[in-house]
């Protein structure tokens, strides 16, 4: 493999992954901060697939795709938050080369998933206020098994085709990541091979990534809310946007944060600020995700509190 010789030829077996070195001085709290984050978000996460997965309630394509968002999340933050964890108690951790490029692919691979299952709930919603007459007949189990994945498998081989552009780079020194894992911008950086051909086709599978799916969010939200100002009475036109709101504060946030990430040049603003942003989507993002689709959403609401009563009466029964 080419890849094989690249690494003979160089010095370069592993990464130093620098982290937060601002926040040394407060690395105990920050790191308790974070851990607990992480906890949080793996048990609420998981509680969505398994109240999903079992409840009749949650049965419709909403929820279908909403576990499978909260499964992409528990991927995600389980893929960066461990290693995270150790780069801020130690201020900064040595990473493989394997490893390191195994964390990106994974991380390339959820990003892309949640962005097409966050298009798919798009698609979801626009039908539901639409087309309501059609709902039914159009989201049918079948196209919502074909999106799903669609967007899992689709997700994957472009996250691959990303990983073979920069793992077939020449990485010779310096190997110091200043950021809190493997991300794309700080690899190339560190490549002493030409990057001219990553340049071009980065930009190519980017539109594909994240361009599309958001335009296409842009455009289903649009017709949403003509649909909505078209609807006479105020209590209707509240209901009806109550079942799309909570989908819209997390396009909002993550679309948001990516935008700024991917969009902006990595040299046009600090790396702290950078870092700071990547927090946004990596680990508060899955963290309030739950959090938002629950607080107003009787079905999921209805759903926990009979699990919750039917271990209550197993805890009186003993």
Avoid at 76 to 99: A, D, H, Q, Y
Avoid at 170 to 189: M, Q, R
Avoid at 264 to 290: D, M
Avoid at 293 to 303: C, M
Wanted: with cysteine; charged share 10%.
């Amino acid at each position: 493999m080419k890849k094989i010789h690249a690494v003979n030829s160089t010095s370069v077996s592993e990464f130093l992954i620098l982290g937060f070195p601002a926040l040394n001085d407060y690395k105990l709290s920050f790191f308790s901060i974070v851990l607990a984050m992480y906890c949080v978000t793996i048990c609420e996460n998981l509680l969505i697939i398994l109240l999903v997965s079992t409840s009749r309630r949650l049965h419709s394509p909403m929820y279908f795709f909403l576990g499978h968002l909260a499964l992409s999340d528990v991927i995600l933050v389980s893929n960066i938050v461990p290693k995270m964890l150790e780069v801020i108690v130690r201020g900064g951790s040595l990473t493989p080369f394997v490893e390191c490029f195994t964390q990106f692919y994974l991380y390339g691979g959820t990003i892309c998933t949640e962005c097409f299952l966050l298009t798919a709930m798009s698609y979801d919603r626009y039908l539901a206020i639409c087309k309501p007459l059609h709902y039914t007949a159009m989201m049918s189990v079948k196209l919502r098994y074909g999106l799903v994945i669609s967007s899992w498998a689709l997700s994957f081989n472009l996250a691959i085709i990303t990983f073979f552009l920069v793992f077939e780079l020449d990485f010779c020194g310096p190997n110091v990541i200043d950021h809190f894992f493997c991300d794309f911008a700080p690899l190339l950086e560190l490549s002493c091979s030409d990057i001219t051909t990553v340049g071009v086709e980065m930009p190519i599978l980017s539109v594909l990534i994240f361009l599309s799916p958001f335009l296409f969010i842009i455009i289903s939200y649009v017709s949403i809310f003509i649909t909505i100002f078209g609807i006479s009475s105020t209590s209707g036109r509240q209901k009806t946007f109550s079942t799309c709101s909570s989908h819209l504060v997390v396009v909002s946030t993550y679309y948001g944060s990516m935008l700024i990430i991917y969009m902006v040049p990595y040299r046009g603003h600090s790396l702290t600020i950078n870092k700071f942003i990547s927090l946004i989507y990596i680990v508060l993002t899955p963290l309030l995700n739950p959090v938002i689709y629950s607080l107003r959403n009787r079905e999921i609401q209805a759903s926990l509190m009979k699990y919750f009563n039917f271990f209550s009466g197993k805890r009186l029964l003993k």
